[in-house]
Nanobody, 114 residues
């Protein structure tokens, strides 16, 4: 089994920044990608950002230009988001994909409000 431990959510003022961290542990075979998704009001999981094992990065449209995803250690991922807006408020989920299975963290609440 794979466990994803998330940290870094909370209350942030509009225009502020946040950093989300995720560390994976357990029976990890070979990671294809790690990243972050958020839950939309329509209950869909929407891409925030992801990074592959080869270092390629992908960002959701609303996060391009103000977010940076990185992986400085094996099976970890960090996400920096700047210029936060109230519409960024959501539950953010860490995601890990190996070559057969998708794994999800428990989710961390991010609230952008003054």
């Amino acid at each position: 089994q794979v466990q994803l431990l998330e940290s870094g959510g909370g209350l942030v003022q509009p225009g502020g920044s946040l950093r989300l961290e995720c560390a994976a542990s357990g029976s990890i075979t070979k990671v294809y990608s790690m990243g972050w998704y958020r839950q939309t009001p329509e209950n869909q999981r929407e891409l925030v950002a992801t990074i592959t094992s080869s270092g390629s990065t992908y960002y959701g449209d609303s996060y391009k230009g103000r977010s940076t995803i990185s992986s400085s250690a094996k099976n970890t991922v960090s996400l920096q988001v700047n210029s936060l807006k109230p519409e960024d408020t959501a539950v953010y989920y860490c995601h890990l994909r190996d070559y057969t299975t998708n794994y999800w963290g428990q989710g961390t609440q991010v609230t952008v409000s003054s």
